[in-house]
């Protein structure tokens, strides 16, 4: 890579030159690109709203479970209140089984079909 980059020096020391002017009117601030911006504010987004939901749906303890269709259905329902569009259902569960102590795993809830679900999480009592 660097045997490229000095191929190009001229190139790129021509292009900054061409924008330094832009650089001083702008007091020296990088301008990032938009899909950038846009990957950022989309992740950044992502994880506010699994944050927020978590934080005001749900209770964390190592006592607690609750399949994951259940969970993502109250998650639905919790973007939809909020005018916010949904993540998907396996980025969702992704997201879930990465905060601490909660894991994916297979169980029965009151006799219920062996489901997937996720361990130390659940709704609180009023979203139920």
Avoid: W
């Amino acid at each position: 890579m660097a045997d490229e980059l000095k191929k190009e020096a001229d190139v790129i020391f021509s292009l900054a030159i061409k924008e330094l002017p832009k650089l001083i009117e702008e007091n020296y601030q990088f301008a990032a690109p938009a899909d950038s911006v846009n990957t950022l504010a989309d992740y950044a987004f992502e994880q506010t709203s699994i944050d927020t939901f978590v934080e005001n749906r749900c209770v964390l303890g190592s006592s607690h479970k609750i399949h994951a269709v259940d969970l993502y259905e109250a998650y639905i329902g919790f973007c939809r209140s909020n005018a916010v569009s949904p993540i998907s259902r396996n980025l969702f569960s992704q997201k879930i089984s990465s905060l601490p102590g909660v894991e994916g795993s297979r169980f029965r809830i009151n006799g219920s079909a062996s489901n997937r679900g996720f361990k130390g999480i659940t709704l609180k009592k009023k979203f139920n």
